[in-house]
């Protein structure tokens, strides 16, 4: 491809900078052959000219497409060079705040210099199981990709960790760890993980130190192996040390500090264990305060001490040792202030009494004084004699400084060897995984010895690094069969050489430092005479003779040799060696034992029990210890090095490299310059140019069709993908050297994706410029003719209104015409009606007068017609009342004549014996008209009864007119009692005002003034009396209306806080539920462990020959028989573990024990807090019914108050009024007081106004009172129930009985039925009544005997009181059947206002539809009365049934009672003489009580049967749902039965038991574990149902009441059981989640359900999943197709609905949890295509819901998070409104979420747009104050806690079968 088609104009080129390195810029201008310079343009729109070198003509690297800018691997960039690598690192940590990279097979992790949220439990989670090209980068993926290689390839790993001090390493190198120990865990309960882990701060603080460039830094290298067993669980680790710093014990530059456990150990100096050490500040101690700087920001070295201690306990090293080692530390301190002053220039003395040096000695427990000598002396020896040789004070003091950091490194190994003992373990290592934490390549200013080793063990580790890329670069052409020529590469071999080789550095200065008077500058020499001029990597500065520089891999360094002879040498006093190994404190002579019992240099330490080493051979042979000790530090680390270098290459390395941003420790702060230098050195350029030298673009062929589909026409799309795709890129790139077709992928050279991309790019600009120019054409033509309608429609309306203009002109024209006629008109009928007016009313006038005369005439002759009339009547009736009293008088007197001689005959008469004998005569004329008379009463009585038969029919319709007319006739009895009593008093007026009249005529006038005055005032009283009365009832309503306010604020004042506290209760609920279910889960894994102990215990058991027996009778099931001897197992267990061998360790099992103990306990804390929380929600009701009844009291009591005022006003006015009645009477006057008079009926008519208004408001206040006390009785028996029973009931039947016997045997019906005491108490006892009524037939001749007439007079009464209370029963019959058929009236007249409606309606609708209208509602009609007469006929078929029923059974009665009784007439000589006839007797069917019996015996054959053998997917397919729970539940019936409490107890546990055992067996089985939870759960709703408890037999028949258990309370085992039930559920949730996990990622994320949406973008060498859908890959189809299968599979079983629901419940919210989590990981799925896809997969489960009915189960609401990301990924993210409107979007996602996919969302098309980083911070400031988690991933293994609601069965067991295929023969039902 010519350079003139890539450098064209708006082509971007990267150009040299001096401040960021490189800079940016764009071509104005295209580039020719030939031409010297470019014209560009920078980003800050200047334009500059680039001259280019004229020696090679190169061109400026171009750039990328933006859309590959930010990618998780630099290799998937088109152009690979320098720039771009820079430029995506500073775009993903400082934009996009992403810290880690891929470059190829090497992870980048840039040091953000603050605390991320992306090393938690969840993270670990996400990452573990993934392919290493599935996620974003991390150094998880890094460790799950060794950890899975190790696994797969079964092949040792290595994680190399390199960068310069502050990259990171040690961090990186820690989570590494933290993840190993995390998946894997242990295999064994050593805790061998968190051992690993605890070693780090213990060697933080004796190997890391403050430097100038990082706060914690190490000065060591590390290489700590992580043993695995053949399960890959941990078992043990070993560290490797190399080259400790020990200058810094003595001596630390400026700004930097000694090692961290000094300044701990000073910071901690006041607590009492430390008081002996003579601490005090680290300021006060020559080797802590040359750096000047002995705090840390942020750092408390006081705490960092105590977690040190806490390392070392949990690492095996007791209190004693630790004191110890502080000890030493401290004596270190003190050593390093002992003053050596000089004596003379040759020798030096410390000063006599220096306490620091009496400090150091008591510390470490030596002599004074031989220490005070020989750190002043040395000891010379020759071949003849020894002598003693001073020292000068500089000597003197190096020597002391020897001995401290001799010291301080054997404490060093001491505490590594330890730390390797704790952390080995006896068990076989299978395979480890080795950490590699080691130093980078640095240069410095000036660089000594440390330095040259550092950079040595760089350029061997590069070499490594180099070989291991072309290595893998080899083989991946190798499999894809592509050509492939030697990639040059830098070798870095000859430096390697020039450091290690014969006569090389290393080897001239050992040997230098053999030599008596060697020194540095000779040594300088030498190097000067044997590399100078053979070797081009070894120069030597122009101004110095003591420096040399090596061109090393990364960069040229300058070595100083001042010090390296002495480092290299590392020589100590030999006499103050002597004086240490004298001590007396035994910990130092431990430190300074021999060499043999030493730890080697390298860190190994002997014996490392059973330990392998693959591919390392063994140091063949050793020297002695002498010469051991003399070795050099430069052979030392040599030696080490390669042993390091045999174990990287005898394993597969994973590289990380650690890359510092800034010198400055600020967070996330790119410095480039910084950045490219450590890039150069630690080989991430080197990748780079590797990769770039091949292909370095792979492109499988599926995903560059579907990337490059546009650029196809398509007739060139051909089946074959491969074909189509080399034809396309042949058309496309015409040189063929440009790519390579592999057998899976397409290699590209770099920039040829660039190019396609390009091509790409161009192709879909052109598409949119024709969509764009078709739409805008479009646009303009609807723009056109809308405005060229809108100009037709403006004409219309002008000519319009012309045209009505020039019609109003015309209108106005005649209309002014019409107005002119009509006012002449007008004024000349008004004058002409004038004048017709003043005409008429003079005729008026005249005629009226005439009229008047005539008119008083007649009036006056009337008058005196009247006036005679009445004058002449008024004589008249005088006449006649004289008359009239004259003839009564006459009349009385004749009659008291007449009467006086008739009572002088009677007299007479009287005392005549005739008499008598007529009295008697008539007496027994009486006593036969009694005897009639009780005839005819009794006739009447059977009258009466027929008379009621006919009262039936007429009573509906008296009843109605009797109750209004009742009613009326209340009215008017009241009114009359009113009138009554006004008739009185105004009669008893009238007389008292006629006495008076006479006498008060004269004061007429008088009494009629003071009447119209008074009148006045009560005028005004009754005025105010009514304005009282009204303010009065207003105030009432005023305070009732605040009453009712104050109610309905209090009662929602309660609700809400009663809702409030309910809720809280419910979450308190829910949180104990998980807790106690988590613990269960808990318990479920320690008796896993517990098993899986017990089988290892059991299998080394085995192995030993002389193992003990085991008794014959001990079964194999024994853990099926007892549920807690589980327990028990666990004490024989470790006892026959301690019988058998003593090398197992006995702690585990005793661990066991112990945790499971504890489990138990806080289960059963848990059972208590759950009984407290029940006992709380039950006080809690309590309380708020309290609070309630005392609210509604205070409520009443208010009222109460209220009502009294109001009865204390009324009766004020009551009594106001009665005293101006009484003053009325005492003060009236007769006339004034006449009845007839007007001021009379005024006052009675305000009495009477008032009284009633009084009335009213004593109504008023009696129905308020009503009310108040119906609400204290409503609320008083609010709980109680109302049981009325009459003895009406059964009175009305009487009647219907026929003779004595039904009569008795109702009474004793009567007597059985009620047996009520309130029935005790009656007078007169029905049955007696009864029984009078129902005796023989009176004898009517005997009743003149005395009492008899008494007693049938007694009898009529009770029997009318009887008729009339019957009487009274059928009337309120009636009054209940009258107020149905008012109803059905009621009813009746609505369906016939709604037929009128729908009639109206119709007559408006046209014939048609009025036709189809009136058959639609025609078939409604029939519809619903086929319904009504449907139910009508199930009703009457269920009543046949049941009275066949109830036929067969009293027909059978019947059959054994007429049996009976002809068995019974049958005499003994008969049977004995007749013959007996065989009969054929039908076998009756047997009533099954629903029981099954089996024996002791049989218990294992059930079990084994029923539950072990039991298979769902064969036998019980075909079975009733839930069929061995009923099975189970019917034989533990039976034993319930016997009342053995042995069996029961044997069958419950033998049942839980063998559950737990087929789910461990096959735990992994949807079905399998389905299938025992829907029997779990209907064993647990059948112990329920048949425990007897009422709240569980609501709702079973009268059979299954019958069925109950009634010998045991199983309550405890139904908690055991549902304890079973959670487990089953909880491992039903894992073995589910074990099945989608794989489908969720593929299917609701790669899969592309809408074809064509997602575009594919180039990826690296990390190969990511395909988003295409290939054979084998999981779509959402799969997902759905699998819910259907476990929806199926556990309605199938029988799964209690709503357990379905929290199933699907929870299965969706691992969908929802697992894609979310992975989308915050994954860079390239966060674009706006990916949204829509997620949406659309998201509505298609929603769907799924719908299907099954189960939309209410809460599920669609654990997918709301996802779906609010993907709605994130699609909604606009520029302006501040878009910001807004996210934030009040995004409910569900969490702050840490939501920025997390903003700054992921990545776009794939150049038509999309990044996410700039002032919308970032935009987003950031409104969500700062959000309250929500830190935590960015979801719970994956979160489970919902699970409910197990009270489900009763209908199936009645007595019907249940027992099919043979169980095998299950020796079952017999009962």
């Known amino acids: 491809m010519a350079a003139s088609e890539l450098y064209t104009k708006c082509a971007r080129v990267w150009i040299p900078d001096a401040e960021d390195v490189w800079r940016s810029a764009e071509l104005t201008k295209d580039y020719k052959n030939g031409d010297s310079s470019l014209q560009l343009m920078l980003e800050d729109g200047k334009s500059i000219q680039h001259t280019l070198d004229s020696a090679t003509n190169d061109l400026p690297y171009l750039r990328n497409p933006d859309i590959l800018v930010g990618e998780n691997d630099l290799t998937a960039l088109s152009y690979l060079h320098e720039p771009a690598v820079l430029h995506n690192l500073k775009v993903r940590f400082a934009d996009s705040k992403l810290i880690y990279t891929y470059c190829g097979i090497v992870l980048v992790a840039i040091n953000p210099y603050e605390t991320l949220p992306i090393y938690g439990a969840d993270i670990i989670n996400a990452y573990s199981g993934q392919n290493m090209g599935d996620m974003d980068p991390h150094i998880f993926a890094v460790a799950e990709e060794a950890y899975k290689q190790m696994a797969r390839d079964e092949r040792n790993q290595s994680i190399i960790v390199s960068g310069e001090s502050g990259a990171g390493k040690t961090v990186s190198a820690k989570y590494a760890m933290r993840f190993f120990a995390t998946v894997s865990g242990t295999a064994s309960e050593a805790n061998i993980e968190e051992k690993v882990l605890a070693s780090n701060p213990i060697m933080e603080a004796i190997g890391n130190a403050k430097t100038t460039r990082n706060d914690n830094s190490s000065r060591f290298g590390k290489y700590i192996e992580i043993g695995f067993n053949n399960r890959y669980h941990i078992i043990g680790a070993n560290m490797r040390t190399y080259l400790l710093e020990k200058s810094r014990v003595v001596f630390q530059a400026d700004d930097e500090r000694n090692y961290h456990i000094f300044y701990q150990l000073c910071a901690s100096s006041h607590l009492p264990e430390f008081k002996n050490l003579k601490l005090s500040n680290a300021n006060n101690f020559l080797y802590t305060m040359q750096g000047s700087s002995p705090v840390i920001d942020g750092i408390d070295d006081s705490k960092e001490l105590s977690n040190t201690r806490s390392a070392f306990t949990l690492l095996g090293i007791n209190e004693s040792y630790q004191m110890g080692l502080f000890r030493v530390l401290a004596a270190i301190l003190h050593l390093g202030n002992v003053e050596i002053k000089d004596r003379d220039a040759d020798s030096s003395v410390i000063p006599p009494n220096n306490h620091h040096l009496a400090a150091f000695c008591e510390l470490v427990g030596v002599t004074y004084q031989d220490m005070r000598q020989w750190l002043c002396h040395r000891k010379l020896k020759t071949a003849t004699e020894t002598y003693i040789k001073t020292l000068p004070r500089l000597q003197a003091t190096n020597a002391r400084d020897a001995l401290s950091k001799h010291i301080y490194a054997k404490l060093f190994n001491w505490i590594v060897a330890h730390v390797n003992k704790a952390l080995i373990t006896n068990i076989k290592q299978h395979s480890f995984i080795g950490v590699l934490d080691i130093y980078g390549f640095e240069t410095f200013d000036t660089n000594s010895f440390e330095q040259f080793c550092i950079n040595y063990a760089n350029e061997k580790l590069q070499q490594q690094f180099n070989m291991h890329v072309f290595k893998l670069e080899q083989e991946e052409y190798m499999k894809e069969q592509i050509p492939w020529t030697l990639i040059d590469f830098y070798d870095n071999q000859p430096c390697i050489n020039l450091i290690e080789a014969k006569m090389g550095v290393l080897d001239l200065l050992d040997e230098e430092c053999r030599m008596p008077k060697g020194s540095d500058d000779s040594w300088a020499q030498k190097l000067y005479n044997t590399h100078l001029k053979t070797c081009s990597l070894f120069e030597k500065p122009r101004m110095s003779n003591r420096a040399f520089i090596i061109q090393h891999f990364a960069d040229k360094v300058e ?193 040829q994706v660039a190019y396609l991309e390009k091509l790409r790019a161009d192709k879909l600009r052109a598409a949119c410029i024709r969509i764009q120019k078709t739409i805008r054409c479009w646009l303009a033509r609807k723009k056109y003719l809308r405005m060229r309608s809108a100009a037709i429609t403006i004409q219309r309306f002008i000519r319009g209104y012309q045209a009505r203009c020039l019609a109003k002109f015309l209108r106005r024209t005649r209309a002014a015409t019409v107005i002119q006629k009509h006012q002449r008109m007008y004024v000349e009928r008004k004058r002409y009606r004038q004048k017709q007016a003043a005409a008429l009313a003079m005729q008026t006038i005249l005629r009226a007068y005439m009229a008047r005369q005539k008119y008083q005439a007649l009036l006056r002759e009337h008058k005196v017609v009247i006036i005679q009339k009445r004058v002449r009547g008024w004589l008249a009736r005088c006449w006649y009342k004289r008359c009239l009293v004259s003839i009564v008088y006459l009349q009385c007197c004749i009659r008291r004549m007449r009467a006086r001689r008739e009572l002088k005959k009677l007299k007479i008469e009287a005392r005549s014996v005739e008499h008598f004998k007529k009295l008697n005569k008539g007496m027994e004329n009486k006593i036969m008209q009694l005897q009639r008379r009780i005839d005819e009463q009794s006739k009447d009585n059977r009258a009466v009864n027929e008379r009621l038969i006919s009262l039936e029919n007429s009573y509906t319709t008296e009843s109605e007119r009797m109750r209004t007319e009742l009613g009326r006739l209340h009215g008017v009895e009241e009114e009359a009692k009113i009138k009554s009593n006004q008739v009185s008093t105004l009669l008893e007026e009238l007389e008292r005002l006629k006495k008076q009249l006479k006498t008060t005529q004269q004061e007429k006038k008088t009494i009629e003034d003071w009447a119209q005055s008074y009148q006045t005032e009560m005028e005004k009283m009754v005025s105010d009396l009514k304005d009282q009365n009204g303010s009065l009832k207003k105030e009432k309503d005023d305070l009732n209306r605040l009453i009712q306010e104050q109610s309905q604020q209090m009662t929602e004042k309660m609700v809400r806080a009663i809702a409030q506290e309910t809720q809280q209760l419910e979450t308190d609920l829910n949180e104990e539920r998980s807790r106690y279910q988590n613990l269960l889960t808990e318990h479920l894994r320690l008796e896993e462990k517990y098993d899986d102990l017990k089988e290892v215990m059991s299998s080394l058991v085995s192995d030993k020959p002389g193992h003990r027996r085991r008794d014959s009778t001990h079964s194999s099931n024994e853990s099926e028989y007892t549920y807690n001897s589980e327990y028990a197992e666990l004490e024989e267990g470790s006892r026959a573990s301690e019988d058998v061998t003593r090398g197992i360790d006995t702690t585990l099992t005793l661990k066991q024990q112990k945790r499971i103990t504890q489990l138990e306990q806080e289960n059963q804390s848990l059972h208590n807090e759950l009984e407290n929380k029940d006992e709380q929600l039950q006080r809690a009701s309590a309380s708020r019914e309290a609070e309630l009844q005392k609210a509604r009291g205070a409520e009443l009591e208010y009222e109460s108050l209220k009502r009294q005022e109001l009865e204390s006003e009324n009766k004020k006015l009551k009594h106001d009024l009665a005293e101006m009645r009484q003053s009325l009477l005492r003060n009236a006057a007769a006339n004034a007081g006449a009845p007839g008079s007007p001021a009379y009926k005024v006052l009675l008519e305000q009495l009477d106004a008032s009284s009633e208004e009084l009335e009213v408001r004593k109504e008023e206040v009696l129905i308020l009172r009503s009310q108040l006390v119906s609400q204290k009785e409503a609320m008083h028996h609010r709980e109680e129930k109302e049981t009325m029973t009459e003895p009406s009931i059964y009175a009305a039947d009487v009647s219907k009985l026929k003779d004595a016997d039904e009569l008795k045997q109702a009474c004793i019906c009567l007597k059985d039925t009620n047996r009520s005491p309130r029935f005790m108490h009656k007078p007169l006892e029905v049955s007696d009544l009864l029984s009078r009524l129902r005796s023989a037939a009176p004898d009517f001749h005997k009743l003149n005997e005395d009492g008899e007439l008494w007693l049938v007079n007694q009898g009529l009464k009770e029997t009318t009181r009887l008729l009339e209370h019957q009487l009274q029963t059928q009337r309120r019959s009636y009054d209940s059947e009258a107020e149905v058929l008012r109803s059905e009236l009621q009813n009746l007249k609505e369906e016939n206002n709604r037929q009128q409606q729908l009639l109206a309606q119709n007559l408006q609708l046209p014939p048609e539809a009025r036709i189809e209208a009136s058959l639609q509602h025609e078939i409604t009609r029939l519809t619903n009365e086929n319904l009504d007469l449907m139910e009508q006929l199930e009703k009457q078929d269920r009543t046949i049934r049941k009275l066949k029923k109830q036929l067969k059974v009293y027909s059978k009665r019947i059959g054994e009672l007429g049996a009976g009784q002809t068995e019974g007439q049958t005499s003994p000589g008969q049977m004995v003489d007749e013959p007996i006839h065989p009969v054929n007797i039908p076998r009756r069917e047997k009533d099954f009580q629903g029981m099954l019996e089996y024996k002791k015996e049989d218990e294992l054959k059930l079990v084994k049967n029923l539950i072990l053998e039991l298979k769902p997917r064969g036998v019980a397919v075909n079975l009733i749902p839930g069929l061995p729970s009923y099975i189970l539940f019917m034989c533990l019936r039976h034993a319930d039965y016997l009342k053995d409490d042995q069996k029961v107890r044997t069958l419950l546990t033998s049942t839980i038991n063998s559950i737990k055992k087929i789910l461990k067996k096959r735990g992994d089985d949807f079905e399998t574990v389905s299938f025992w939870l829907a029997n779990t759960c209907r064993f647990l709703h059948c112990l329920k149902q048949y425990s007897g408890d009422e709240a569980f037999m609501k709702h079973n028949t009268a059979r299954q009441n019958d069925h109950c258990l009634s010998n045991f309370d199983l309550a405890e085992y139904r908690q055991v059981i549902s304890d079973l039930a959670i487990q089953i559920y909880q491992q039903l949730i894992k073995c589910m989640e074990n099945i989608l996990q794989p489908m969720i990622v593929s299917g609701m994320l790669e899969h592309e359900t809408i074809q064509g949406v997602s575009g594919v973008k180039p990826t690296g060498l990390r190969k990511r999943t395909s988003s295409i859908a290939d054979e084998g890959t999981y779509t959402l189809d799969s997902i759905l197709r699998q819910l259907n299968a476990f929806h199926s599979t556990m309605c199938q079983h029988g799964t209690d609905p709503e357990l379905i629901k929290q199933v699907v419940k929870q299965q969706f919210y691992i969908i929802g949890a697992v894609t979310l989590n992975n989308l915050l990981l994954r860079k390239d799925m966060c674009s706006w295509s990916k949204g829509m896809q997620i949406r659309y997969n998201v509505s298609q489960l929603e769907e799924w819901l719908r299907d099954k009915g189960l939309m209410t189960c809460g599920a669609k609401e654990t997918l709301e998070p996802l779906i609010q990301a993907a709605q994130l990924l699609q909604v606009k993210k520029k302006t501040d409104e878009d910001a807004e409107a996210i934030c009040s979007m995004c409910l569900a996602l969490t702050t840490a979420q939501i920025v997390k996919v903003l700054n992921l969302y990545t776009p794939v098309n150049e038509f999309e747009e990044r996410v700039s980083a002032t919308f970032m911070r935009t987003i950031q400031t409104r969500l700062r104050d959000r309250c929500d988690s830190i935590q960015l991933l979801m719970d994956t293994k979160m489970i919902y806690p699970v409910t197990f609601p009270f489900n009763p069965s209908s199936l009645a067991l007595e019907t249940i079968q027992i099919p043979s295929s169980l095998n299950l023969g020796f079952l017999t039902r009962v």
């Open 559 to 751: 070595y100083r040799c001042e010090g390296f002879l002495e480092k290299n040498k590392d020589t100590v006093n030999e006499e103050q060696i002597n004086v240490m190994k004298a001590s007396k404190f035994a910990l130092l002579v431990e430190l300074f034992r021999d060499e043999q019992k030493a730890i080697s240099p390298t860190g190994q330490v002997p014996g490392t029990g059973g330990r392998t080493r693959l591919g390392i051979k063994p140091e063949k042979s050793r020297e002695k210890t002498s010469k051991e000790h003399k070795k050099t530090v430069g052979c030392q680390f040599r030696n080490s090095l390669q042993m390091l270098m045999e174990t990287l290459n005898a394993t597969t390395p994973h590289y990380v490299r650690c890359i510092k941003p800034n010198d400055f420790k600020m967070a996330f702060t790119f410095d480039p310059k910084r950045a490219v230098q450590q890039l150069r050195a630690c080989g991430v350029l080197e990748t780079i140019r590797i990769s770039a030298a091949g292909f370095p673009s792979r492109w499988t062929y599926q995903e560059f069709f579907s990337r490059y589909r546009v650029l196809m026409k398509q007739k060139d799309v051909l089946p074959d993908k491969k074909l189509t795709c080399k034809n396309v890129l042949e058309k496309l790139v015409e040189d063929q050297d440009k790519y390579q077709f592999g057998k899976t992928k397409i290699f590209f050279r770099a920039g």
